[in-house]
């Protein structure tokens, strides 16, 4: 009883789990630290690992669930995803355990079905519900010995605030997993250490929920008290000038040094060292960190208007990303291809100069430059470029966060919105193959090209998210709303019946992959569903329906218990529309 944790200390986690030893090659073990006389042995054999239940006066608890993220194993098949844990900020996304081999759905795999039902659990209502609630303990898995396994640095208790349902790809094929946002305790009342005590009190079937509360570090206890609301006090919060290094306060043994948190991206292969920006932030990349750099690039005037070339060069990136392709291309493809943009796109009066975006993007701590001789990269020119030929393009770690479909679906959006937003859209849109992002509904697979049709004017089914591939789907969730509209009650009537139309709020189509599900539909009139498509409208956090162009009101999303709207869809679509606010 009474052993602890500490923030940033590395523990053993060995084969041999004979808790009386207490050092095991060099390091405290961990099995020793969590011994306990009411909890089983615990595990940290995969990456979420759960406590047993026990039954207590106030109902069953679970003591704690254990979750380590594997860095060595990020961007493989097995692990295809890559944790950040961003500790300074008292931040971590946390991928589930869904992989592209599972057949089963997303949410059953063991560990998402644990972290789903703490996130109900987290989200509770009252207090009394919340003092039930397991606590996440979280660790990271770190070398030492120049061994990859069985040493473990613990860093925190974490409570779930958020989570998505998102699409990730292995082995070029796309698969569904959850991602869970993790908000990490402040311990420092504590002086950053966990007593297992609170654990093994969890873990006592003779403790009420209060009783057992009493032992919990103070940030918990008023996390209980005030629910999410208390989480701008009681997140963890540092001072580190670099956020993705932790200091271990008690590691013992020889190799005390710890390696970056956020697990490093694998090698590009680039052959030419990368030439960092001017304006370099040491800042880690999140995905709000990418909106916020997306919406604040530093653009010159032209004739007092914004020059549209270094948003244009992103966006034309970000297509490369989207699209499957490399993140680094050579000068003379940028000067081609972004040329291109900028003599269609730019303003009228600009000058069409490629090798401005390709060099003063590295101010933005979004992109990178590498393959220039040093001597030559005090003021280049494009004869030096097109002399030595380097590579430039999106950051590793922005092509990675852009890689998942719903940030690069916000960053689209939020470059349009910002800065492209009287260009015509279509046709940018289609010279970059971001088509799909036009509309709600997406680009069906099915679609054939009607050029070189004979006769009357060529014809084509206009194919939108009105096709719901499971017809019996959309019987039901039209009949569940009595064919009534859910934005403005409409009830449309025809000769012999009425009528109404099911709309997938993430489009089926080429870039979302939406599913045919019931969460992903809605019930709509003709009028909404095309402005529902045409982005024109979409559907804030409080169920609210308004306008794409000035947020105006135009209702209330009409709901029925019998169908439950997935929000991950909802904010999905809301990114598609600019609107998704972070």
């Known amino acids: 009883m009474g052993r602890q944790l500490h923030v940033g200390e590395v523990l053993r986690s060995a084969q041999n789990r004979d808790p009386a030893i207490t050092v095991i090659d060099g390091y405290p073990n961990i099995h020793h630290v969590t011994a306990s006389d009411y909890l089983a042995q615990i595990q940290l054999s995969k990456g979420i690992n759960p406590i047993a239940k026990v039954k207590t006066p106030s109902g069953p608890r679970r003591p704690a669930t254990l979750i380590r993220s594997s860095p060595w194993k990020a961007g493989s098949a097995e692990t295809p995803w890559h944790d950040v844990f961003d500790l300074d900020n008292g931040h971590i996304s946390y991928f589930g355990d869904h992989r592209v081999d599972h057949t089963v759905p997303v949410g059953s795999t063991q560990g998402n079905a644990l972290l789903l039902e703490a996130f109900a ?15 996440l303990l979280v660790f990271a898995a770190v070398s030492r010995n120049k061994t990859p396994k069985g040493y473990v640095e613990f860093c925190g208790v974490g409570v779930i605030e958020g989570l998505e349902q998102i ?56 996390w209980v008290e005030h629910g999410h609301a208390a989480l701008p006090r009681a ?81 034309w990136a970000v297509s490369r990303i989207t699209n499957g392709q490399p993140r680094l291309a050579p000068w003379r493809q940028f000067r081609d291809e972004v040329g ?24 933005s701590g979004l992109w990178e430059l590498n393959g220039l001789p040093p001597e030559h990269s005090a003021k280049p020119h494009a004869a030096t470029f097109d002399r030595f030929n380097p590579q430039a393009g999106l950051t590793e770690q922005a092509a990675n966060l852009l890689s998942d479909p719903f940030v690069g679906t916000q960053a689209i959006a939020t470059l349009r919105e910002t800065y492209l937003a009287d260009v015509d859209q279509h046709d940018l849109m289609e010279r970059l193959g971001l088509a799909g992002y036009e509309s709600a509904s997406g680009v069906p697979d099915d679609i054939e090209d009607p050029e070189g049709e004979s006769g009357p004017a060529a014809r084509r089914t206009a194919t939108l998210s009105r096709i719901v591939r ?14 009534r509209c859910q934005v403005c009650d409409l009830q449309l009537p025809t000769r012999f019946g009425t009528y109404s139309e099911a709309a997938h709020i993430r489009g089926l189509g080429r870039p979302h992959h939406g599913p045919d599900k019931l969460s992903n539909l809605l019930v709509l009139c003709p009028n909404h569903h095309v402005q529902f498509d045409a982005l024109a409208i979409y559907i804030d956090t409080n169920s609210t329906v308004r306008t794409t162009t000035d947020d105006n009101l135009i209702g209330e999303l009409r709901q029925h218990p019998a169908h439950h709207i997935n929000e991950a869809h909802l904010r999905y679509h809301r990114a598609l529309c600019g609107r998704d606010h972070r």
Request: hydrophobic share 35%.
């Open 167 to 222: 699409e990730q790809k292995a082995n070029g094929r796309l698969f569904p997993n959850y991602r869970y946002d993790l908000a990490v305790l402040d311990l420092s009342p504590e002086d950053d250490q966990l007593d297992w005590a609170w654990i093994e009190a969890r873990g006592n079937p003779r403790l009420r929920a209060d009783e057992a509360l009493a032992r919990a570090p103070r940030a918990w206890r008023e």
């Open 121 to 135: 659990e987290h989200g509770a209502p009252t207090a009394e519900r919340r003092a039930q609630a397991v606590p």
């Open 470 to 483: 499971d017809n019996e789907l959309a019987v039901r969730v039209k009949q569940l709303h009595d064919d």
């Open 340 to 363: 291109g943009l900028l003599a269609e796109f730019g303003l009228p009066a600009s000058s069409t100069t490629p090798e401005y975006p390709f060099w003063h993007l590295r101010t």
């Open 235 to 315: 997140r963890r919060q540092t001072n580190h000038a670099a956020p993705s290094v932790t200091t271990p306060r008690h590691a013992s043994g020889g190799d005390r040094q710890l390696p970056s948190l956020f697990p490093a991206p694998r090698s590009s292969h680039d052959t030419a060292p990368a030439l960092p920006g001017p304006a370099e932030s040491s800042q880690q990349m999140t995905a709000g960190v990418l909106m916020d750099r997306l919406e604040s690039l530093k653009v010159h005037q032209n004739n007092g208007r914004p020059s549209r070339h270094k948003p244009l060069a992103i966006l």
